[in-house]
């Protein structure tokens, strides 16, 4: 029986291009495939029919003969009226199935496993700079055969199956389709006589300690490469790289975000009410912090240049103290008498001249209770 025209089975011009091909499939698709349909064996057919003609019609080479021969282009026995001159349709055709099914190319030993390393710093090694030893337990080339696999004094062989290919071909009907060797897996080559150390595998297990420069200046979550540092690729294939990945400590001092350190500097009312001069901690060491008197608490000082400088260069950020005004603890009969005095100097909590922001609460206060009251 004739097949249909592939252009018609979708539903579609000539010239569609193919967004309008995958949109017409997708439609199709979902109302004829066999889970919506079970037990239909013509909406089955239908499915398949949609599903040849979208793999035709969307591939670019395929197409083009669709367009010139036909069904015919597509037909065994129908070739030398489609092509002419004994013309190889697998030739025509070949660069297609070459990408797919490995085009008849030994297969290259796979590139070694990438690894991660967890490291964590302390945030004056992140800030500063560090290095570091670490120990890595992975596959490395073996030391007997070099990665070879095979026993010193001999090689690897050519696998018999494939000849050395990697490859063997399978017939489906009229095509010729190439699939990897079972044989070699797709290296081509078989090992007779394997190593004792590494027992044709041309890796072994060890650890390794690695000299790891980390740069100042990182933060949580970046990650070093190191190029090569991973595991060992297999039949001597390149090795795979290390990734170290970078966690902080949290510091019981200061906190940072950024290229800025943070951190909260207490102090006592006497001096927020009268000032002074205080030390505060920064990563370099101590420096002088001036206190000016009626300081507040969260009032925020910057101090420039004390932070950190991101390991992706730029300025150096600020150290940012944050004062807490504390309230004294502890106190012994004159310390109580003298706030005692202190307190009714104020004339109490709501002292409009020394407690302009406790007079605005309580203002605010008295008037909300006027209001309910009216």
Known sequence: MAKSDYYEILGISKSADEREI????????????????????????????????YEILTDPQKRTAYDQYGHAAFEQGDMGSGF????NF??????????????????RAARGSDLCYNMELTLKEAVRGVTKEIRIPTLQECDI????????????????TCHGT?????????FTVQQTCPTCQGRGSVIKDPCNACHGRGRIEKSKVLSVKIPSGVDMGDRIRLSGEGEAGAQGAPAGDLYVQVSVKQHPIFKREDNNLYCEVPINFAMAALGGEIEVPTLDGRVKLKVPSETQTDKLFRMRGKGVRSVRGGTV?????????????????KQKKLLHDLGESFGGPTGEHNSPRSKSFFDGVKKFFDDLTR
């Open 84 to 87: 002419g001159g004994g013309a």
């Open 90 to 107: 697998s030739d025509i055709f070949g660069d297609v199935f070459g990408d797919i099914f490995g085009g008849g190319r030994r297969q």
């Open 145 to 160: 055969c070099h990665g070879s696999g095979a026993k010193t004094g001999t090689q690897s062989q050519n696998c018999p």
């Open 166 to 174: 990697g490859q063997v071909q399978m017939r489906q009907g009229f």
């Open 22 to 53: 995958k949109k017409a499939y997708k439609r199709l698709a979902m109302k004829y495939h066999p889970d919506r349909n079970p037990d239909n064996k013509k909406a089955e057919a239908k499915f398949k029919e949609v599903k040849e003609a």
């Open 317 to 333: 950020g600020d150290l940012l103290c944050r004062v807490v005004v504390e309230t004294p603890v502890n106190l012994n009969e």
